[in-house]
């Protein structure tokens, strides 16, 4: 070995790993590194700032480096290759994801190689052959309540980058606030019940660039019919024409202006996010009380030949589905009874009675699962100590890491359990506590999403402990 033989003999590297490696083989030798390295300019520009904080010097070279990066399209998507002989660190990867994450596995190494010190610093040999057991894992964060600084989002995505996420749901809109430009309803930028805040366009640009270098896909929120008391209030003609219909939260479904209204801002915020493939048209909550009294719901039902306001509401979510899908993107909405289209991705939140009705429902063929009796959900406290809304239980990071939702729907779900997501919802959480409310809980999650191996809480936490212990940053 290359150090002192009174030092404690941790476990190779390579089976430190978080999100942990579906195979991770050790084989005989070590990397030895010294006070300079050679690296291929893929691999330089991700690793340099982390060699320079262990003054190593990173020495670019295209014609013989230790540490390269190369492509292999037959790995398939987000799947990489780590191989470590005694000359030479190899990464290959199947696609841009593939890429980012075999350099954050390798960024994760550096530092379990350099714990001993930059004098004694090595990678025992193997490979890791990775890939994802959930093409769906993602990050929910409201900016609706609280909103947060520009500094605090690309800070998140780049945590999200290195644990391997791949999905920004970004929760823009609710009773409280409208964070994002429009230029058809200037007085939404105004709403702001919690703290003031809206981001720009140049803002939300910067946030895009940031998760596309970090293998993330946003998908905007805008949610229709329930949720909007802001917008009504400042809006009052998308609104029920009926009495006390102000203290409500939904728009009038049998009106065309409402029906135009919600399309605009939805073409608005296509505009701000071009690359999404995805689009949240949220869904829930929604009280049926104005709808009952509404002469114009009460005339749009009859022409239809609808029954009820809720058959209503379902034709109503179905024409904003379709306006999506006409707009080239998936509609995704939250756990819901109305039947959509084929297309649309159904997100199920709540207890596991709720997730039963997700997986049974008709609704097409994929499901994200967003809680099992509120496993993910990251604003739920981690002490006792912690401000909470009053529903809420104690959520650590060992009960994130124990929920399985392929386990607890058994066979029900099957294929069309696509991933699960974690939302932080922030009626008490400020943009400084971002942080401390996802980590260290979003790292187990991160795991879970990832790996396809048998579960153990005490492995991942070895795995965790000795990256922590390593010097290596979450946030």
Request: proline fraction near 5%; hydrophobic fraction near 35%.
């Amino acid at each position: 070995m290359a150090f002192c033989a009174d030092y404690v003999q941790f476990d190779p590297a390579i089976l430190s790993l978080i999100p942990k490696a579906a195979k991770a083989e050790v084989r005989s030798g070590e990397f030895k590194f010294g006070k300079e390295l050679r690296l291929s300019s893929e691999a330089l520009e991700r690793l340099a700032p982390t060699l320079e904080l262990f003054r190593v010097t990173a020495i670019s070279d295209e014609v013989d480096p230790q540490v390269s990066v190369k492509k292999d399209a037959s790995l398939g998507t987000e799947a990489f290759r780590l191989e470590i002989t005694p000359e030479k660190i190899l990464m290959t990867y199947g696609d841009q994801s593939g890429k980012i994450y075999a350099l954050s596995a390798m960024e994760q190494l550096l530092y379990l190689g350099f714990r001993y010190g930059a004098d004694q610093a090595f990678l025992e040999c193997g490979i890791v052959e990775d890939k994802p057991r959930f093409p769906w894992r993602a990050v929910m964060l409201d900016s609706a309540r609280h909103f947060q600084r520009v500094s605090t989002i690309v800070r998140l995505l780049k945590a999200m980058g290195r644990i391997r996420l791949n999905r920004f749901h970004w929760h823009l809109v609710d009773n409280q606030g409208w964070r994002c430009p429009s230029d058809g309803a200037p007085k939404l930028t105004g709403l702001q019940e919690y703290e003031p805040g809206c981001y720009t366009r140049e803002e939300i640009a910067q946030i895009r660039k940031t998760a596309a270098e970090n293998g993330i896909e946003i998908i905007p929120e805008i949610d229709y019919p329930g949720h909007n008391h802001g917008a009504v209030s400042l809006y009052p003609e998308l609104r029920c024409q009926v009495k006390d219909s102000e203290k409500g939260n939904e728009i009038c479904l049998g009106s065309q202006a409402a029906m135009d209204f919600v399309k605009a801002r939805y073409s608005e915020v296509f505009a701000l996010f071009p690359e999404s493939r995805y689009f949240h048209i949220g869904g829930d909550e929604a009280w049926d009380g104005w709808w009952r009294q509404c002469p114009v719901c009460q005339a749009k039902m009859k022409e239809l030949g609808l029954e009820s306001p809720r058959k209503l509401e379902e034709w109503f979510m179905r024409q904003v589905s379709q306006f999506v899908l006409d707009n080239g993107r998936t509609p995704i909405s939250w756990r819901t009874n109305a039947i959509l289209t084929p297309q649309n991705i159904l997100q199920c939140w709540g207890n596991p009675g709720d997730m039963y009705g997700c997986a049974y429902h008709d609704q097409g063929k994929n499901l994200v699962i967003a809680s099992n009796d509120c496993s993910y959900y990251m604003d739920y406290p981690q002490s006792t100590s912690e401000p909470r809304m009053h529903w809420m239980t104690y959520l650590n990071e060992e009960s994130v890491y124990g929920s399985n939702p392929a386990y607890h729907m058994g066979a029900v779900l099957g294929d069309r359990l696509i991933g699960l997501e974690c939302p932080l919802w922030t009626e008490v959480v400020p943009d400084w506590r971002v942080g401390v409310k996802f980590f260290p809980r979003l790292v187990a999650a991160a795991d879970s999403a990832w790996t396809c191996q048998p579960k153990n809480y005490n492995d991942y936490l070895n795995r965790r402990q000795s990256l922590d212990l390593a010097g290596y940053l979450w946030w």
